[in-house]
C-alpha cells in the first residue's frame, strides 16, 4: 500500500501535522484516536480483493500506516516506515541500498549500536566503512571511496559528543560522489530538523527516544524523499519482516503528539542546566550545542529551530569521579537510552558506548551524558549540585 505526500496537507504547522496526519477519525465509530488494529490477517473480497491494501500485517497494518504517514509528514518526506528497532530500520536500509563490495562513510563518533552495525554485521556481509568528522567537510572527502561509496551517514547532532554536521553542505558533497546522504535525526526530532527539507536522502530515527518520548516503547523508522528508494525501501521491510507491532505503532504515535510541547521543555530544561554546569568548578568542559563556544553552534543555529535536550560534559576529577556522580544523581536516574520525559543520566564509556571501546570512537573516560527530562527545573539543577558536591 502507496501512501504519498501528495495525500496530505502540507501548510499546516508542525503541531497541527502531529496531531492529524495519518490519524482521521474512525469512519466507524467517530473515534479520534487511530484503533490498535491487533489483527494478523483480512478478509479479502475474493481472491486478490484486498480492502484498503491489507492482506498481512507484516506487510501493512493500518494501526502503522497511520505512524508511517504521521513521520512522513513530520519530516516532509515522500514515505514513511515503521520499524521494531533504529537499528532494524538502519539494517533494512542498508540492506535495500547496498550490496556487497560497496562502501559507507560514518561518523567517527557514531553512536556504539550503528557503529557495531557497521563493525560487526554489515564488514562481513561485505560492506566496508570509513569514518569521518561530520563537521569536516574535507574528512568526509577524503573518506568516500569514487565509485563505491554508496552512503554517506550522519549524526546531527551525534551521540554523545554532540558534533555539528552541516546537512547542505554534506548533502551537496555526497550527491557530487554519487553517494546518498542519510541523516540520523534522533537527537534533534522531527520538531527540531527536518534533514530532508535540507538535501539529505533518507532520515533515520530511533522513535524509542524523542519520538516516542515516554520509554515504554522500541522503535525505529526510515523516511525517504525519493520515490524510487521508497520502493526499494519497501519491498526490504515486508521482505525482512522487522515491523513495528501495531501497539507499539499505536505508542510511538501517541507520543508524536505532544513532540513538539516536549521538545520545547525538554530545551528549556537543557539550557538551565548547561547554564549550572558552565559555573560549577567540578566541570572541566560543557558540551552542548546552544553554547556559543561550541564549533557548531553557527550550524546548529541555521538548521535547527533549537539545540535540545542532551547535554554531556567532563567532569574535572577523573573517570572514578564521573562514575560516581552517575551514582550519587537521584532525580537522574542512572540509565541507557534518552528523550523520554524522566531524565536520565550515564556514563558512554562504561555503558552506551562500550562498544567501541579501543577504536577510533572511543569516547572520553570522564565524560557523563544527560538526557535532560521535562521535570521541574530546580529539582534538576538541585539534584546535580548534590551528585557534584564532592568535586566542587
Known amino acids: 500500500m502507496t501512501h504519498h505526500a501528495a495525500d496530505r496537507p502540507q501548510k499546516t504547522g508542525f503541531e497541527t501535522r502531529a496531531i492529524h496526519a495519518g490519524q482521521d477519525p474512525d469512519p466507524t465509530t467517530g473515534a479520534v484516536v487511530p484503533p490498535i488494529y491487533a489483527t494478523s490477517t483480512y478478509k479479502q473480497d475474493g481472491v486478490g480483493g484486498m480492502r484498503g491494501g491489507y492482506e498481512y500485517s507484516r506487510s501493512a497494518n493500518p494501526t502503522r500506516t497511520a505512524l508511517e504517514e504521521c513521520l512522513a509528514a513530520l519530516e516532509e518526506g515522500e514515505r514513511g516506515f515503521a520499524f521494531a528497532s533504529g537499528l532494524a530500520a538502519e539494517d533494512t536500509l542498508l540492506r535495500a541500498v547496498c550490496r556487497p563490495g560497496d562502501h559507507v562513510v560514518i561518523p567517527d563518533d557514531a553512536y556504539g549500536g550503528t557503529y557495531r552495525l557497521f563493525a560487526k554485521v554489515a564488514a562481513p556481509w561485505g560492506l566496508a566503512h570509513t569514518p569521518a568528522a561530520v563537521d569536516d567537510l574535507d574528512a568526509i572527502r577524503a573518506a568516500i571511496r569514487p565509485g563505491e561509496t554508496k552512503i554517506v551517514w550522519v549524526e546531527t547532532p551525534t551521540n554523545p559528543m554532540l558534533t555539528i554536521g552541516d546537512i547542505e553542505a554534506i548533502a551537496a558533497v555526497a550527491h557530487d560522489a554519487g553517494a546518498l546522504l542519510v541523516v540520523d535525526n534522533t537527537f534533534a526530532s522531527p520538531y527540531l530538523q527536518q534533514p530532508l527539507t535540507l538535501g539529505a536522502d533518507v532520515v533515520v530515527h530511533s522513535t524509542t527516544k524523542y519520538c516516542g518520548g515516554h520509554s515504554d516503547v522500541v522503535g525505529g523508522a526510515l523516511v525517504v524523499k525519493d520515490h524510487a528508494i521508497a520502493e526499494q525501501v519497501a519491498f526490504h521491510q515486508n521482505a525482512i519482516g522487522a515491523v513495528a507491532g501495531p501497539f507499539d505503532a499505536w505508542l510511538v504515535l501517541r507520543g508524536l503528539r505532544t513532540l513538539g510541547v516536549r521538545m520545547d521543555r525538554h530545551c528549556d530544561n537543557a539550557e538551565q542546566v548547561v547554564a549550572f554546569l558552565e559555573q560549577h568548578p567540578g566541570v572541566s568542559e560543557v558540551v552542548y550545542p546552544g553554547r556559543p563556544e561550541h564549533p557548531g553552534h553557527d550550524v546548529a543555529t541555521r ?24 551514582d550519587r544523581a537521584r532525580v537522574f536516574t542512572l540509565g541507557e537510552s534518552l528523550g523520554g520525559v524522566e531524565s536520565l543520566i550515564e556514563h558512554p564509556g562504561r555503558m552506551t558506548h562500550a562498544s567501541v571501546a579501543g577504536t577510533d570512537l572511543e569516547v572520553p573516560a570522564d565524560l557523563i551524558r544527560l538526557s535532560v527530562g521535562i521535570e521541574t527545573a530546580t529539582d534538576l539543577l538541585a539534584d546535580l549540585e548534590h551528585a557534584l558536591a564532592p568535586y566542587a
Do not use: P, T
Not at 538548521?303 to 552517575?326: H, N, P, T, W
Open 303 to 326: 538548521q535547527m529551530k533549537r539545540y535540545g535536550g542532551i547535554v554531556s560534559f567532563r567532569v574535572a576529577a577523573g573517570e572514578e569521579a564521573a562514575l560516581d556522580v552517575c
